[in-house]
């Protein structure tokens, strides 16, 4: 098993870790949170969708929204999204922005009257693609700690001798890169049914697929006080990818006109996973290149991760042609993610079980209409699963929306979506060194294509 730098992560508040590269359990967090790229009128409402349905996003929080639908229906939506990192390391700020621009969903669904059976109403059948997580960001982060990550000279303290130790205890810069590229996407199928025209009832199945990528360099430059110098260059590779599967179950109730109650599950991920390790270490002495690097043989390992399952509690009222209201709750058990074989994770699952805690989180949404128009706006939190985080690291967004729906078949949405967090990041494993501070805002805009038929 490719043990990488002994982790401290789940000591420190939101996204900290311990050595250059995610470890294993930083990548379980990684792929248990969900960001979906979804469909313009969905991200216009934040994704309070649980209790509505009749959009192909929606359908994959609550399956039985799918039922709400009484035509077939096309989608496609395309995102941009524009992200700043302010990376701050012993009170040096540095600002990093770069965009993004990616397909984010395509689906498609269709809705069938009951025949036989006066109490079923409709059948509807719909799939789905879209993306789950969009791993692309770098940011550079420097400093000084004023602590060295790499004290000694490998080429001189390699006995027990004290008297020839060379100790570059001076640090004078510090200098951290991060770069992870990738996609957490899922193709889902959706069936649902509309009994007694008060109760939806739907179930989904979906197939994950991940590719994660991320580069990490870290140098850093120290002396012995004694006129001696190094400069060390350490350089991480680390690529994770694999498959999972999971399942859903939903219900929409109408009791009175207007007034919708939704109530989903959505099951842990089984995830099969690969990972491919190395790094390279490179040391210049007093200005002169140390001919024998470190350039380890690549480490490949394949392991099975599990993560939360979630439910999704909804309120809904609908006034009627004019407009609505939405309001979902998701709580998620992050206590219950685990990496397997379990023999091989002892510690890690430990650190995930008692360093995690089960999250809750709010959308609030709502469209009105006038004409052709659609307007829409949204607000969302999204708590941190980390124990020690404070409220400052939650996921808090808001958004606006406009759909347009030039004919009865064709629309077009779009969406504006704006979300801040906090992270930190432990790039370093000396003792007594601070993780970085990473101040992240994304801005988002949405477009959907909607064809009905």
């Not at 669904?109 to 879209?130: E, M, T, V």
């Not at 012995?224 to 179950?249: A, H, I, P």
């Not at 609505?324 to 990496?339: A, R």
Request: aromatic share 18%; hydrophobic share 30%.
């Amino acid at each position: 098993m490719n043990q990488k730098i002994p982790l401290v992560i789940l000591l420190l508040c939101s996204f900290t870790i311990s050595a250059q590269s995610l470890s294993y359990t930083d990548q379980a967090v990684l792929f248990s949170t969900e960001n979906t790229l979804g469909t313009a009128r969905y991200m216009g409402l934040s994704g309070a969708f649980g209790a509505l349905g009749n959009d192909m996003t929606a359908v994959d929080v609550n399956p039985a929204g799918l039922a709400v639908y009484n035509n077939g229906e096309f989608s496609t939506t395309l995102t941009y999204r524009d992200t700043d990192i302010n990376s701050t390391f012993y009170g040096n700020t540095i600002y990093n922005n770069d965009d993004y621009f990616r397909f984010a969903q395509i689906g498609g669904l269709n809705s069938w009257d009951s025949f036989g059976n006066p109490d079923i109403y409709k059948f509807a059948f719909g799939f789905n693609y879209s993306v789950v997580n969009h791993y692309n960001n770098n940011y550079v982060v420097r400093g000084n700690s004023g602590i060295p990550e790499y004290p000694d000279d490998p080429d001189f303290n390699f006995d027990n001798d004290p008297d020839n130790d060379i100790n570059y205890i001076n640090v004078e810069d510090q200098y951290f890169y991060n770069y992870t590229s990738g996609l957490n996407d899922k193709f889902s199928f959706s069936f649902a049914t509309l009994y007694k025209d008060i109760l939806y009832m739907g179930g989904s199945m979906a197939f994950h697929h991940i590719n994660f990528y991320q580069n990490t360099i870290f140098e850093e430059s120290s002396n012995d006080g004694q006129g001696n110098t190094m400069d060390v260059r350490n350089v991480e590779y680390l690529s994770t990818y694999g498959n999972g599967f999971n399942f859903g179950l939903g219900l929409i109730l109408t009791p009175v006109n207007g007034l919708r109650l939704g109530a989903a599950y959505q099951s842990p991920i089984w995830y099969n996973l690969s990972e491919r390790f190395e790094y390279r270490r490179t040391y210049v002495f007093n200005d002169e290149l140390d001919p024998d690097p470190e350039y380890p043989l690549p480490n490949y390992y394949d392991y099975k991760l599990k993560t939360p399952g979630k439910f999704i509690g909804s309120v809904a009222y609908v006034f009627g042609k004019n407009g609505l209201i939405s309001f979902d709750y998701t709580y998620q058990g992050f206590k219950n993610t685990k990496l397997q074989p379990s023999s091989n994770f002892i510690d890690e699952n430990i650190e995930l079980n008692t360093g995690l805690r089960n999250t809750n989180s709010f959308r609030i949404g709502t469209e009105w209409k006038y004409n052709i128009l659609s307007f829409r706006g949204g607000y969302k939190i999204i708590q941190s699963p980390y124990v020690s985080s404070s409220d400052e690291y939650d996921v808090k967004g808001y958004s606006l929306g406009l759909g347009v729906k030039f004919s009865k078949r064709f629309g077009l949405d779009f969406a504006y979506d704006n979300s801040d967090y906090r992270e930190q990041y432990r790039f370093m494993s000396a003792e007594g060194a601070n993780p970085a501070r990473l101040d992240v805002t994304n801005k988002r805009f949405t477009s959907s294509l909607i064809v009905t038929f």
